[in-house]
């Protein structure tokens, strides 16, 4: 287990580059792998879970061919995977390809790290059955990893989500490319729109309207070249570092701003943040002023879900008690990340309540900051999960005393530079 020492305060300057879009990288491969001709991607996360997924439409059949860092050529073709695929800690991995194989006619067995195999995959196998696939889990219930599916001929459906899930809709919209007609997803609550909006720039007949998308069965016609933006949940670590220390003056750079991600920018603003974005650009330059404590309604959560627990530290140093609703899917990501946001705010000091699926923190910020407070060596244990160790590492540079992240390994699964880009920003050597 690796383990790293952050003290602070530290100032967040200069410019950042943050990796590809993991969300976008997942499905570029799929998507190029699901096509004939090649399509060069650039841009790619280099982390782990990617990594991952490049493996495994590999195993299926396709051709992958590294050009240079973070640029391959995929050229499609699926054939089918000798052995089972290993997705290591990646939810959307193994549900988007779940959706993928569906309609092949080989056996997948799709499978992952100890993470994985706990988390539900019944909001997947759910509708996926609905469209006539076969696929039998593991567990009680069968509704967990691995899984093992038997490609068949589907049907279209027509799916309300039960939860507000990308990767439920990705998995279900890549299944209907070969269903016998169309299907519709309808969303309450939207969520990230990568996988229609790359279908469709493949050249599939989608259609999204009001909360539904809708995709017709054709031909996967990938672009020649997929270029993937920075991922803005990983700009979110260094933006609120910025917005919380005196002095700092950040930009991140080719920032993806596209729908249902930059929900956390709208959560900064509305604590008072100096925030600055160049919709052309992607650019994104965060400057310190206190912050105040908002309220996150649930409605709001699948736009930063994955931000949570960086919102969580801003939280902590800001001026009054900002309350999170609508929780409850934190509870079943890498970690049940409710319990890790409350144990590393214990761990730092800091005091949050949790009633039923409702997050409240109380700010260490504004008039209770002025008053001497004893700088603290601090322990907080990433439970294996990349957010929380890079949320710790961001909690150690912005207050007083030091944080020492236990199990910061688990950075590489999104963010393999992670610890470059703290000394790069500020100054901060291991
Ligand atoms: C993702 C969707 C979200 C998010 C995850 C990536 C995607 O998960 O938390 O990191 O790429 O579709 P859910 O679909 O479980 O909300």
Same mark, same amino acid.
């Given at each position: 287990?690796?383990?790293?020492?952050?003290?602070?305060?530290?100032?967040?300057?200069?410019?950042?580059?943050?990796?590809?879009?993991?969300?976008?990288?997942?499905?570029?491969?799929?998507?190029? +792998?699901?096509?004939?001709?090649?399509?060069?991607?650039?841009?790619?996360?280099?982390?782990?879970?990617?990594?991952?997924?490049?493996?495994?439409?590999?195993?299926?059949?396709?051709?992958?061919?590294?050009?240079?860092?973070?640029?391959?050529?995929?050229?499609?073709?699926?054939?089918? +995977?000798?052995?089972?695929?290993?997705?290591?800690?990646?939810?959307?991995?193994?549900?988007?390809?779940?959706?993928?194989?569906?309609?092949?006619?080989?056996?997948?067995?799709?499978?992952?790290?100890?993470?994985?195999?706990?988390?539900?995959?019944?909001?997947?196998?759910?509708?996926?059955?609905?469209?006539?696939?076969?696929?039998?889990?593991?567990?009680?219930?069968?509704?967990?990893?691995?899984?093992?599916?038997?490609?068949?001929?589907?049907?279209?459906?027509?799916?309300?989500?039960?939860?507000?899930?990308?990767?439920?809709?990705? +998995?279900?919209?890549?299944?209907?490319?070969?269903?016998?007609?169309?299907?519709?997803?309808?969303?309450?609550?939207?969520?990230?729109?990568?996988?229609?909006?790359?279908?469709?720039?493949?050249?599939?007949?989608?259609?999204?309207?009001?909360?539904?998308?809708?995709?017709?069965?054709?031909?996967?016609?990938?672009?020649?070249?997929?270029?993937?933006?920075?991922?803005?949940?990983?700009?979110?670590?260094?933006?609120?570092?910025?917005?919380?220390?005196?002095?700092?003056?950040?930009?991140?750079?080719?920032?993806?701003?596209?729908?249902?991600?930059?929900?956390?920018?709208?959560?900064?603003?509305?604590?008072?943040?100096?925030?600055?974005?160049?919709?052309?650009?992607?650019?994104?330059?965060?400057?310190?002023?206190?912050?105040?404590?908002?309220?996150?309604?649930?409605?709001?959560?699948?736009?930063?879900?994955?931000?949570?627990?960086?919102?969580?530290?801003?939280?902590?140093?800001?001026?009054?008690?900002?309350?999170?609703?609508?929780?409850?899917?934190?509870?079943?990501?890498?970690?049940?990340?409710?319990?890790?946001?409350?144990?590393?705010?214990?761990?730092?000091?800091?005091?949050?309540?949790?009633?039923?699926?409702?997050?409240?923190?109380?700010?260490?910020?504004?008039?209770?900051?002025?008053?001497?407070?004893?700088?603290?060596?601090?322990?907080?244990?990433?439970?294996?999960?990349?957010?929380?160790?890079?949320?710790?590492?961001?909690?150690? +540079?912005?207050?007083?005393?030091?944080?020492?992240?236990?199990?910061?390994?688990?950075?590489?699964?999104?963010?393999?530079?992670?610890?470059?880009?703290?000394?790069?920003?500020?100054?901060?050597?291991?």
């Amino acid at each position: 287990m690796s383990t790293i020492t952050v003290d602070g305060p530290r100032r967040f300057i200069g410019r950042l580059r943050v990796p590809g879009d993991k969300s976008i990288s997942h499905r570029a491969l799929m998507i190029a +792998a699901l096509g004939h001709r090649p399509c060069r991607i650039r841009g790619l996360s280099d982390g782990d879970d990617v990594v991952h997924t490049r493996r495994a439409v590999q195993a299926l059949g396709a051709q992958v061919e590294n050009i240079e860092p973070g640029e391959v050529t995929v050229t499609g073709g699926l054939s089918g +995977a000798r052995e089972s695929i290993y997705l290591g800690n990646s939810g959307t991995g193994i549900r988007l390809l779940a959706g993928m194989v569906a309609n092949r006619d080989f056996v997948t067995t799709l499978d992952g790290d100890s993470s994985v195999r706990r988390r539900p995959m019944d909001r997947i196998i759910v509708p996926l059955s609905a469209m006539g696939a076969s696929i039998l889990g593991s567990g009680a219930g069968g509704s967990l990893a691995p899984l093992t599916i038997e490609g068949r001929a589907l049907r279209g459906i027509e799916y309300t989500l039960p939860v507000a899930s990308a990767q439920v809709k990705g +998995a279900v919209l890549l299944a209907a490319l070969r269903a016998g007609g169309p299907t519709t997803v309808h969303e309450p609550v939207p969520t990230r729109t990568h996988t229609e909006e790359m279908l469709a720039a493949a050249g599939v007949r989608v259609e999204s309207d009001n909360g539904s998308v809708t995709v017709w069965p054709g031909e996967v016609v990938p672009p020649h070249t997929l270029r993937v933006p920075g991922d803005p949940s990983q700009a979110a670590f260094w933006l609120v570092g910025a917005c919380l220390t005196a002095g700092s003056d950040l930009t991140v750079e080719s920032v993806y701003l596209g729908r249902a991600r930059a929900g956390f920018l709208d959560v900064l603003r509305r604590m008072g943040a100096d925030i600055a974005v160049d919709s052309s650009s992607g650019d994104i330059r965060a400057r310190y002023r206190e912050l105040r404590a908002t309220r996150v309604a649930a409605g709001e959560l699948p736009g930063c879900i994955d931000e949570i627990p960086i919102l969580a530290v801003a939280a902590a140093m800001a001026e009054g008690v900002t309350v999170v609703e609508g929780i409850a899917e934190l509870r079943v990501k890498e970690t049940d990340r409710v319990a890790a946001i409350a144990e590393m705010l214990a761990a730092l000091g800091r005091q949050c309540r949790i009633d039923g699926d409702t997050l409240e923190i109380t700010g260490g910020g504004g008039s209770s900051a002025r008053k001497p407070r004893k700088p603290g060596r601090w322990i907080v244990d990433s439970r294996g999960d990349h957010r929380m160790a890079m949320a710790a590492a961001i909690a150690g +540079a912005v207050g007083a005393g030091s944080v020492t992240v236990e199990g910061f390994e688990a950075t590489t699964t999104s963010y393999p530079g992670f610890a470059r880009d703290l000394s790069r920003s500020t100054g901060w050597t291991p």
